[in-house]
């Protein structure tokens, strides 16, 4: 029996309940080598995201899949005040990114390296990154990664991002951790499922980010056809169309067994008064999943998508 791997511990898969599976609490883009928890004060992140996530819980959301990767701001005390405040069950990951917000050890170290720290981070608890890159200390904190979060850059994968793919590729090996793969790139899309492959990872395993920004059909259909997971989630008022239009092609083609849908929205950015511009996490629910009933979509395929989908994606073993 799998479970899913929130910050408050594990929760059988039928209690995460309607998610949305790719969104953002805070992010910091100052770069690997400035990033620093000072930057920022928790209490008033905590204060500012807290209405975000209550709105989207009193519509029914129960599930949260915070996907800011380590470098980039990651939190996971953070999550885990706002989950006990609002009863979501909210997840972090492990992994690393892309330049530049890598740290150096990603280039020293080994794919076997990387993936053994990662594996601890799922097993064990999340390291406080930062102590890592400035002084090799390992500084564990009482949460545990429920996914892992990589990305790769846009056309053919250089070589610091594939072992980066490659470490994550052998981490959910080691763990059944479902491995999101930021992509947006149809090229890079392939590549990265290719080396999975190689790697011995099951495609299911693996959550290929920012789909619905590959303009190209065909590479969709690689995508599924390949078994992984296409994940909408760039879902916006400026995207209603081309979603749509996704999804009816994924569906009549017989994918709705491989689909995830998100906004990639919040965030509080670290260096903006009060975190900036929030994007709210409501529209999903409150306007996109009416607009998908007035097409025609079924009440049971909504429930597929944004309930039984995700519980299958984020399940890792007992």
């Known amino acids: 029996m799998g479970v899913i791997r929130t910050v408050l511990g594990d929760i059988a898969p039928d209690k995460f309940g309607m998610a949305l599976t790719h969104e953002h609490v805070i992010c910091d883009f100052i770069g690997a080598d400035k990033i620093d928890r000072s930057r920022y004060s928790r209490s008033e992140v905590f204060e500012v995201m807290l209405p975000y996530l209550v709105e989207i819980r009193q519509l029914g959301v129960s599930g949260f899949v915070d996907c800011t990767p380590a470098f980039i701001g990651r939190d996971p005390l953070l999550l885990s005040e706002l989950s006990k405040a609002t009863g979501i069950h909210i997840l972090t990951n492990t992994g690393l990114y892309k330049e530049p917000f890598l740290p150096r050890y990603a280039f020293e170290y080994s794919a076997d390296q990387l993936a053994e720290i990662w594996a601890l981070e799922v097993e064990e608890g999340v390291e406080d990154e930062i102590a890592r890159a400035r002084t090799?200390?390992?500084?564990?904190?009482?949460?545990?990664?429920?996914?892992?979060?990589?990305?790769?850059?846009?056309?053919?994968?250089?070589?610091?991002q594939e072992k980066i793919v490659r470490a994550a590729s052998r981490c959910s090996l080691s763990t059944g951790a479902a491995v999101v793969c930021h992509t947006a790139d149809g090229v890079a899309a392939v590549e990265l499922l290719r080396i999975a492959e190689e790697e011995g990872l099951d495609a299911n395993k693996v959550i290929v980010a920012h789909s619905d920004a590959i303009g190209d059909w065909g590479y969709h259909l690689e995508i599924f056809q390949l078994g992984a997971w296409a994940s909408y989630d760039g879902i916006s008022r400026d995207t209603v169309q081309r979603t749509l239009r996704l999804l009816d092609l994924a569906v009549s083609s017989g994918f709705e067994?491989?689909?995830?849908?998100?906004?990639?929205?919040?965030?509080?950015?670290?260096?903006?008064?009060?975190?900036?511009?929030?994007?709210?996490?409501?529209?999903?629910?409150?306007?996109?999943?009416?607009?998908?009933?007035?097409?025609?979509?079924?009440?049971?395929?909504?429930?597929?998508?944004?309930?039984?989908?995700p519980a299958r994606a984020f399940q890792i073993p007992g």
């Open 257 to 309: 067994d491989q689909l995830l849908l998100s906004q990639d929205a919040g965030w509080y950015n670290v260096g903006q008064p009060k975190g900036g511009i929030i994007r709210s996490y409501s529209f999903l629910v409150r306007e996109f999943v009416p607009m998908l009933i007035e097409k025609g979509f079924s009440r049971s395929l909504v429930q597929k998508l944004l309930v039984a989908n």
């Open 136 to 160: 090799g200390a390992v500084e564990r904190l009482p949460v545990k990664a429920g996914f892992i979060k990589i990305a790769v850059n846009p056309g053919h994968i250089v070589p610091v």
